[in-house]
């Protein structure tokens, strides 16, 4: 069956390092790819996502790159912020899902100032 | 600002008493998904439905748990008898198919005692 796997975390940085959260994925036919984060206190909302093989997501410095070969979608930033504290979860919608989505144990990440 | 909202935002209840959780999904969105997060388990789809109708409910207890969509703008979760281990922070998220993306509610915390 589909499935995602997450980097374990918990995560610690410190101010402007760089981030990568590793993702890969098992999945049937074309899926879409996707990174969430959930801030303390709140809902998961989107970060980024991808559609077909090659596609870059990007948005508030974060970047993934569906690689199909790999079977990867790793998160990226290069200067990360306290306020990127967050737990960050990585999803696949396979085509003809009807909207489901497939979600990662999620990757916590702490950014000490 | 379109959101989904959840009420109530806190629960704390005893051990055999119903609990009724409530979602208000975006206005036009026809696909309503109900999650629970556990710190032990993660993120768990529980049910979702399409136009009102249970697309899939296989992830619930069926013997004490139940979800309706009444109408278009209210998505209701019941538990009867609830017990200390559905304490857990239970999402609804809404969203169109043809986008992928679920917009998720701010969550109810539970906590049965």
């Known amino acids: 069956g589909n499935s995602v796997t997450q980097m374990e975390g918990p995560v610690t940085l410190s101010e402007e390092a760089f981030l990568t959260i590793n993702c890969t994925y098992t999945a049937t036919g074309y899926p879409s790819l996707f990174w969430y984060v959930q801030y303390p206190g709140e809902g998961l909302q989107l970060l980024l996502k991808a559609t077909k093989a090659d596609d870059k997501g990007s948005n508030k410095g974060f970047e993934a790159t569906y690689r199909k070969e790999t079977t990867s979608f790793h998160l990226e930033k290069g200067s990360v912020q306290v306020s990127d504290s967050a737990v960050y979860f990585c999803a696949l919608s396979e085509w003809g899902s009807q909207g489901n989505l497939i979600f990662g144990k999620g990757t916590k990440l702490s950014v000490k100032p | 600002d379109a959101r989904v909202t959840q009420t109530p935002r806190h629960k704390v209840t005893e051990m055999g008493q119903e609990v009724t959780m409530r979602c208000q999904p975006i206005l036009g969105h026809n696909t309503v998904f109900w999650y629970r997060q556990t710190m032990m388990q993660g993120l768990e789809l529980l049910a979702y439905?399409?136009?009102?109708?249970?697309?899939?409910d296989s992830g619930m207890p069926k013997d004490r748990f139940s979800a309706e969509m009444p109408d278009a703008t209210l998505a209701t979760l019941k538990i009867q008898p609830s017990e200390p281990r559905d304490s857990a922070v239970y999402f609804c998220?809404?969203?169109?198919?043809?986008?992928?993306?679920?917009?998720f509610g701010p969550g109810t915390r539970l906590t049965v005692l």
């Open positions: 439905f399409r136009n009102r109708a249970p697309l899939d």
């Open positions: 998220a809404s969203g169109e198919p043809a986008d992928d993306e679920q917009f």
